[in-house]
């Protein structure tokens, strides 16, 4: 797991300061080597902060080069099946200097060109330039586990881990008018944008090639779902679920470096867990973290899977004081404003206090096994289609914000269903707090749409996909990396495995998503190790006191008579501590420490 960055300047070829700068503004995410690699002939530069997994001597060091040096790759992530890929190239007369999956990437570009992602079960945000054609190529993994970041401005290329690094190019970069907009609305900054004008997502699952004398490029997906349901057993999805994910973990096992699970005492960390014991034996690591507010604690559900597997764990409580103390820190944190993260940042702080250097997470679990209550609410709200929209609308006079959601089930254009489900502030709502026009947050909002197929897909399928390409894409794995990367650990996640996602996909709805009990079929495939004191509980989730902490947070509001108000209204829970800490989010200037 590392930090790249690149820059291809046609007018004034880069420098090793410009590049350096970029790359350093990253050096939390990878703090155990650095290089700089500079091609004058194409005015390029790459840069690479290394946090070192596998391969841990200098022979991964980065960037890499080809051993005929004609091509060279930053790389970010982990490709977990490299040995097997190794072991074709092999046969196939390549020859191998370092352990790394970095050099395997190189030779099977060489070897099968643009063609090589589709062959990577991984995670990666990478960069190969290509000397002999000319040519610089940026691809993003099959989920978008990992981020890449891009610009195509003043005759230059600027590309990154993280879009605080943009800001080492330009200060006062041009500031994205609408991320505030985007960020009321949903919580998050919707890929491709991001809160800088010009810089966007590389999409995941697919590659851009640049031809570099003249920066013209084009994108290509290399993955993608079929949704060809093959599988209408649930006998055969439960044995097919039970070997792809035991797979699956043993893959994300593979470190030459310190690995354990953060244990949260539910269903999916609890799978991951014993599932690991297999591979692990005594070295098994686990973390969890705790409260002193019991109603929140998970501690005896912990403890049910600690004890079956004798795991050498870790317990850390979080205390209010921890998490006000932390604040600024975890503003430096975060990449992009986001209303979830701060979870994210206690694990893998805690996680590198343990001597971790990498944990296995459950993200991906909820989405693609229906364990969201958006899964439980889609046939009540099938009642909405028979309302006229006139009605819908009138929520809009309700003062309650949860009421004035029921207007989003009005949108067409939108699945009206998520923003129910998820979205944060109305469109009145946005227009009041940032003094914009009310059309303009509707025309923002009426632009993302998903695509056709979807609108034709099982219902349940449809919820999935929503769950999965917004709330987990945008919120829970961008939150997650630059978290984890903030303190030089890597996140893992198993169930996001790329044949256990394509496996997934293959399993008819009717079969994969139960109303009576979520999480139905990944707990049949698991029954036999899963205590059914973990699985037979109402679903709590791994959440903070945020309810009761967040009226001590130092955010900017004796100016601001709504940020006042709000916070006047979190001890008698009018207020939401999410709406909070949103609204909030948007009114921090640059004067605070917040680097975006």
Known sequence: MCRIAGIVNLQNSPTEE??????????????????????????????????????LSSAGHQPMYSSDKKIVIVFNGEIYNYLDIQQDLIQLGYEFKSHSDTEVILAAYQHWGNDCFSKFNGMFALAIFDKPNGKLILA???????????????SALYFASEVKAFKTIDSNWTENKDWRTYFLLFGYIPEPFTT?????SLAKGSYMEIELKTLQHQTKPFFAISYEYKIHSEIEAVEAVRLHLDKA??????????????????????????????????????????FDETVFSEKKYQQIIIKSTNAKHQSFTVTKNDFVNAIPDILQAMDQPSND??????????????????????????????????????????????IPDLILKTAVLFPDDKLKKIQFLSNKK???????????????RVAQYLDINKSSVENILNSFQPPDFVKNLHPLEQVCYEETNWYMQNQLLKDTDYMSMWH???????????????????????????????????????????????????????????????????LPYNDNPILANMKNGLASGKTHWSKYWCYGLTQISKKHTASW
């Open 341 to 386: 993260g701060i979870n994210s940042y206690f694990i893998t702080k805690y996680a590198k206090e343990a001597g971790l250097k990498a944990v296995l997470s459950g993200i991906g679990a909820d989405e693609l096994f229906g364990g969201y209550p958006s899964f439980s609410r889609t046939g009540k709200l099938k009642f909405s289609s028979i």
């Open 140 to 154: 993003r993994d099959h989920a978008g586990i990992k981020p890449l970041y891009y610009s195509f401005i003043n």
């Open 488 to 554: 030089s650990v890597e996140v893992r996640v198993p169930f996001l495995d790329k044949e256990l996602m394509h496996l997934v996909y293959s399993i008819h709805p009717d079969i994969r998503y139960n109303s009576k009990q979520i999480k139905h079929l990944l707990i049949k495939a698991f029954v036999d190790i899963l205590p059914e004191s973990i699985w037979n509980r109402p679903k709590q989730g791994f959440v903070f006191p945020f309810q009761q902490w967040m009226s001590n947070v130092p």
């Open 414 to 428: 939108f699945p009206g269903h998520y923003l129910f489900n998820r979205g944060f502030f109305t469109p009145d």
């Open 196 to 200: 800088l004008k010009n810089v966007f």
């Open 249 to 290: 973990v043993k893959r994300h096992l593979i470190s030459d470096a310190p690995i354990g699970l953060f244990l949260s005492g539910g269903i999916d960390s609890s799978i991951l867990t014993l599932l690991a014991k297999k591979y692990s034996g005594d070295q098994l690591h686990t973390l969890s973290i705790d």
């Open 18 to 55: 410009h590049i350096i700068a970029m790359r350093d503004s990253m050096m939390h995410g990878g703090p155990d080597d650095k290089g700089v690699y500079i091609d004058e002939e194409y005015h390029l530069a790459f840069g690479h902060r290394r946090l070192s997994l596998i391969d």
